[in-house]
């Protein structure tokens, strides 16, 4: 077969041999379809100077595939011989040319040589970036630039746009249902996500990964995407571990998608003014993770999770004919409806206890949960071109989120040894069934969050070496939390006090934030770039006021200007939000009937967290088989003081709302990305990772050989909740050699275990006890049934242009992953950690249409 992809299946199927069968039925028509009378047609494209031309689009009229010039302008590409006798037309295209048509003379079997001449209607639309850009991500730190169209199609469960994240060196998410992700040790909150220079935010009290909707990036919307992993400039806010920002884009003519699975489904659609001063572009999304879900291993029950939101983003030029562009004004409006409805019924788990004997849990279910999140937020931005070296905007936002958590569940669980005799008749089955006792929960959680802000920023230019930034952003935020859940444990029908907890609280918080920052770029040479600035920030609630100072520094080699050196250091704050200052064991009493009450309360003494980061970093652009690589690598280390620990419950944080601990992250990260196969770009990332913990006045207690306690001693550094030592990604693209429309993709993602202790333990907190490894493969296969080549002048409004179906073997080797565990008690007290596991092997079909 000549589809090299097929080459590496056997790494990366493993037991899943059944795939290659699956393969060859896939690609059967298509190389039937080959066998037809098939011409091969080579030639060059060069320019109106006569160089050759890369990445020119070749391809026949009226007839599906096409191939792309390679570094030297050649192309080779099979044509079918017409039934008709008229004469295919071959059609070359590239942006800033005028489109190319040729009728064909199969006959002669000539080499051809096209020339392409610039279309000047063409270059007045496009906007020159290409080298703009490779000198911004040399000039960066920990910069990494990605290709949207990457993101729509790599395998995962839910098409989520974070999930091309989790390839990146660094970045750890060992859950594929959840679009949260932690970056160089540190964890959910720590990451900011802007959207055309808006700040938006996630849902405040979803506690499992079932339970989660889409992250707010909508794909089909998006232009541009820069992701930082650690010593970002002044001009990002105020977080510990990294930021994402996106651009969406501005369109230039009428054009859209819609998309279909068996897990959800999008649309878009992009249009500008007759007079293209106005351009706007809208998307919608919807999800229901049933099909995932019902391949849950150990909990069967009516999942009913569902997800829909809708995005807009709309662009206007308001300056005078002769410089529109000099005045603009943009609105970008979204909304956000998650409701999740499980009635679960009955779950199975086995696992192996601390004397290495396998365990059967059996658990039945009554009762039901419900969680619902409704998010708003909004954006309208001004820009204004006040000089050709001087610019401002103005920024407002509002944010409003509206959550609710319902719960009353009861379970009734047992415990049964596993008989692990493969002689045995009964192997694998449950022996020795016992019942244990139940356990109930219910809550009635309510939580509503309003956060507004207003942000200037500025821009000046006055020369081509120095660049120079500011803003004054101010902000309020309503936090209004309604907390009423309990919960008991009923071992053999006896419940000890401390099994009956309940936790109340009626919290309201309004705060204001001022911040600010300042930075100036400088090209010291032609080789050299220095950016240094400060940033601030104030909050009401605890008075304080953090200054952030931050430099970068990056040079160029003289004798090879691809390689490049990078420096950074800086001080990073997080100023609480609310998360942080929730403490739910303040207040802590007992009623009369033995039921422990916990009064959840807020720490307005709470300081922010504080980061010193040092990275030092290469960036090295190399070309290999006439194609473009880049290999970039990075050593880091943060020490972080201030520091307010906390514990993972699956997707949900419980800070501990005091600074009581100190902490670092040390770590190597690498990335290697190109054309490994030419025309589309994969890569390979690996990072290694080392973070802990010292929390003030822990201890632990020492035994002697014989058993004896010896007393107490500080535990001193511990590991931390997102301590992975190692974590793998890998995102790889191939295709068929003379027919780039049939396409396979490789989602590759290994992360060594986590660690993790029971709750209420504090001794067991940073313990060897680990997870299991998380290890997931999921492929993807695609072919683009139907492509238009009609000219773009000639193509009506709303006309195909191409239908793109995929088929997606999801979690390939059958991976049992861990999100997490549940905590059981028999009736002697003895903790059982059970694993909850994530999804199985499931395939998922996609269609793509677009127009």
Not at 469 to 475: E, F, Q, V
Not at 684 to 691: C, E, H, P, Q
């Amino acid at each position: 077969m000549p589809l090299r992809f097929l080459r590496i299946l056997p790494l990366v199927a493993g037991r899943a041999g059944w795939l290659a069968l699956f393969l060859l039925l896939f690609y059967l028509p298509t190389a039937q379809a080959q066998q037809a009378a098939r011409i091969l047609i080579t030639g060059t494209v060069r320019d109106a100077g006569g160089q050759p031309l890369e990445l020119v689009g070749v391809g026949i009229e009226g007839q599906p595939g096409g191939t792309n010039t390679d570094a030297r302008g050649r192309f080779a590409l099979s044509v079918t011989r017409p039934q008709s006798g008229k004469p295919p037309v071959l059609v070359a295209r590239r942006l800033g040319f005028g489109a190319l048509r040729v009728p064909l003379d199969l006959s002669s079997g000539a080499e051809l040589n096209l020339t392409l001449t610039p279309d000047s209607r063409a270059i007045k639309g496009v906007t020159v970036r290409g080298r703009q850009d490779e000198a911004d991500t040399r000039e960066q730190v920990s910069i990494t630039r990605i290709d949207p169209r990457a993101a729509k199609e790599l395998p995962s469960a839910f098409g989520d746009f974070n999930k091309i994240l989790t390839t990146l060196p660094g970045v750890v998410a060992n859950n594929e249902l959840t679009s949260t992700y932690a970056v160089r040790g540190g964890n959910y909150d720590e990451n900011l996500v802007y959207v055309n220079g808006m700040e938006v935010y996630r849902p405040f009290l979803v506690t499992t990964s079932q339970q989660e909707g889409l992250s707010f990036v909508n794909p089909d919307l998006v232009d541009k995407i820069e992701f930082s992993s650690g010593g970002w400039q002044p001009k990002f806010g105020d977080k510990l571990s990294s930021v994402l920002s996106i651009d969406y884009k501005k369109p230039a003519k009428f054009g859209g998608s819609a998309t279909a699975s068996l897990v959800g489904g999008t649309m878009h659609v992009e249009a500008t003014s007759p007079n293209k001063r106005v351009s706007y572009l809208a998307g919608i999304r919807y999800k229901n993770a049933s099909y995932v879900l019902r391949s849950l291993r150990q909990q069967r029950g009516d999942y009913n999770p569902t997800f829909y939101d809708g995005q807009a983003y709309i662009s206007a030029a308001l300056g005078p004919k002769d410089d529109v562009e000099r005045t603009s004004l943009s609105l970008l409006t979204s909304f956000a409806h998650n409701d999740y409805r499980l009635t679960p019924e009955t779950g199975v788990a086995t696992f192996s206890s601390a004397t290495a004997q396998f365990k059967r849990l059996f658990i039945v279910y009554d009762g039901r949960e419900r969680m619902q999140y409704d998010t708003y937020q909004g954006g309208l931005s001004l820009k204004h071109n006040f000089t050709p070296s001087l610019q401002g905007e103005l920024l407002g936002s509002a944010m409003i989120s509206r959550e609710l958590e319902y719960r009353d569940v009861e379970a009734s669980y047992s415990f049964a040894e596993v008989n692990t005799d493969p002689k045995a008749p009964d192997y694998n089955k449950a022996v020795r069934q016992r019942d244990v006792g139940s356990r109930f929960d219910h809550s009635r959680n309510t939580l509503l969050a309003r956060v507004a802000t207003l942000e200037g920023r500025g821009r000046w230019t006055p020369g081509q070496r120095h660049t120079v930034r500011w803003g004054l952003k101010g902000g309020r935020e309503n936090i209004e939390d309604r907390l009423n859940e309990y919960s008991y444990v009923d071992s053999a029908d006896f419940v000890p006090d401390y099994r009956r907890t309940r936790l109340v609280s009626a919290l309201d918080l309004a705060s204001s934030r001022t911040q600010g920052y300042a930075q100036h770029t400088i090209a010291l040479d032609s080789l050299r770039t220095l950016t240094y600035g400060v940033r601030a920030h104030q909050w009401s609630v605890n008075g304080q006021l953090t200054v952030s100072p931050r430099v970068q520094y990056s040079f160029m080699t003289r004798r090879n200007p691809d390689l490049s050196f990078k420096l950074a250091t800086g001080v990073y704050y997080q100023p609480p939000f609310y998360r942080e200052l929730r403490d739910q064991t303040a207040g802590t009493r007992a009623t009369p009937q033995s039921v422990l009450v916990q009064r959840a309360g807020l720490n307005p003494e709470l300081r922010a967290q504080r980061s010193l980061h040092f990275i030092a970093g290469t960036e090295l652009r190399f070309r290999q088989w006439e194609r473009p690589f880049k290999l970039s690598s990075e050593v880091y280390y943060k020490y972080l003081t201030d520091v307010v620990p906390y514990d993972i419950d699956n997707v949900r944080l419980r800070y501990f709302a005091k600074n009581n601990a100190t902490a670092y992250a040390a770590g190597f990260d690498a990335r290697v990305s190109g054309e490994f196969v030419r025309g589309s770009e994969s890569w390979f990332s690996l990072g290694l990772l080392t973070t802990r913990e010292n929390i003030d006045g822990d201890s632990v207690t020492r035994y002697d050989d014989n058993g004896k306690a010896l007393g107490r001693e500080a535990q001193g550094y511990i590991r931390r909740p997102s301590d992975q030592r190692l974590n793998l990604g890998v995102f790889f693209q191939d295709q068929l050699p003379n027919n780039p429309t049939v396409k396979g993709y490789v989602n590759l993602v290994f992360g060594s275990g986590l660690p993790f202790s029971p709750p209420a333990l504090p001794e067991e907190r940073g313990t060897t006890k680990l997870t299991r490894s998380y290890k997931r493969v999921d492929l993807g296969f695609s072919k683009v049934l139907s492509l238009s080549n009609r000219p773009e002048a000639t193509r009506r409004p709303g006309q195909l242009e191409s239908l793109w179906i995929g088929v997606e073997v999801l979690n390939v080797l059958g991976a049992n992953n861990v999100a997490g565990y549940s905590y059981v008690q028999d009736v002697n007290a003895r903790t059982y950690a059970v694993p909850n596991y994530l999804s199985q092997r499931i395939v998922n079909l996609r269609v793509i249409a677009r127009f």
